[in-house]
């Protein structure tokens, strides 16, 4: 008989052993754990800015709103006394009082102007590149510059008084009269924003279908009732965000009208907005920071009722 063949044994694997790799394969990189600090310290330049020149400057304004400081004097917790004088400070309504005109003044015309500015720049016909370009220019100038181009134009021998004395009409004190002066800061501010707020209605009209006008055209309806009836109702959200906007802007309006009427203020100061009156009360050796400040808190729970009276009147019209 054949005895049987013997059997091989071949060596086991061992589990753990690494299988061999190819020639001139990588090593895998292995994925390290991720410290739970890791997002921190990608957001902490941005958090450092935010917490230097706003958080801290905000905090240090409402508590020196409760003391008497000036600028080289720290100053001590006096309660209440700040809001009190300013309730019988003559200046401190004359602020309030030509803050509120300017923002009742501008927000209207910066709320339909650009709308219409956008409705006639919208179509994409040659040359119309040209004319965007020209209507965003005075937004990227700086409004010191726009302010002096002004004030030359506006000045007693300036070019619009020469161009009305030669019709006849005689020269206008657009800068020595109190309500001219006021007027001609709006002009400024609402020149100065048209061009911005056109961007914002070009983009929300960019989202109008353009069947809804074709529909309308078809029943009938003209330029000016399609304008009503489907591009101001498919943009009313757009112009809630420029009313809002536009009305903080003009509530805190400082440059426009400190460089037109000049650091007083105007003819016996009766131009001064608030934010002219805290930098001119907070500043200098002898400043008032403790009053400046709450005359900031002031302007500050203003503006943000402004804006959620705004939001709460667009919520009321989409119920």
Same mark, same amino acid.
């Given at each position: 008989m054949t005895s049987p063949l013997p059997s091989v044994k071949t060596p086991a694997t061992s589990p753990a052993t690494p299988s061999a790799k190819p020639p001139g394969a990588r090593p895998v990189s292995r994925v390290?754990?991720?410290?739970?600090?890791?997002?921190?310290?990608?957001?902490?330049?941005?958090?450092?800015?935010?917490?230097?020149?706003?958080?801290?400057?905000?905090?240090?304004?409402?508590?020196?709103?409760?003391?008497?400081?000036?600028?080289?004097?720290?100053?001590?917790?006096? /309660?209440?006394?700040?809001?009190?004088?300013?309730?019988?400070?003559?200046?401190?309504?004359?602020?309030?009082?030509?803050?509120?005109?300017?923002?009742?003044?501008?927000?209207?015309?910066?709320?339909?102007?650009?709308?219409?500015?956008?409705?006639?720049?919208?179509?994409?016909?040659? /040359?119309?590149?040209?004319f965007r370009s020209a209507f965003y220019t005075p937004v990227v100038a700086s409004i010191v510059v726009v302010g002096l181009i002004w004030v030359w134009l506006l000045d007693e021998r300036g070019l619009v008084n020469a161009v009305l004395e030669a019709v006849g009409i005689g020269r206008v004190g657009f800068l020595s009269d109190q309500w001219l002066l006021l007027l001609s800061a709006m002009a400024v501010t609402v020149w100065k924003g048209l061009g911005y707020y056109m961007i914002i209605y070009l983009a929300a009209l960019a989202n109008v279908p353009r069947e809804l006008h074709e529909a309308a055209a078809v029943d009938g309806a003209g330029a000016v009732r399609r304008f009503f009836t489907v591009t101001v109702p498919a943009v009313r959200s757009t112009m809630v965000l420029v009313a809002a906007l536009s009305s903080v802007a003009a509530f805190k309006v400082f440059s426009e009208v400190y460089l037109m009427a000049g650091p007083n203020g105007g003819p016996a100061g009766e131009d001064t907005t608030l934010v002219m009156l805290v930098q001119r009360t907070g500043t200098g050796l002898t400043g008032r920071v403790g009053y400046a400040s709450a005359i900031s808190v002031v302007v500050f729970v203003i503006t943000v009722a402004l804006m959620l009276l705004v939001l709460r009147a667009d919520r009321k019209e989409d119920a």
């Open positions: 390290r754990r991720q410290l739970p600090t890791s997002p921190w310290l990608f957001a902490a330049p941005g958090l450092l800015v935010v917490g230097i020149f706003i958080l801290y400057p905000f905090v240090s304004t409402l508590v020196n709103a409760f003391t008497d400081r000036r600028t080289l004097i720290p100053g001590t917790f006096v /309660g209440l006394d700040n809001f009190r004088e300013l309730l019988h400070d003559d200046m401190f309504w004359t602020g309030l009082r030509n803050s509120v005109l300017y923002m009742v003044g501008v927000v209207p015309a910066l709320v339909l102007l650009p709308l219409l500015l956008a409705l006639l720049v919208q179509k994409n016909i040659p /040359g119309i590149t040209f």
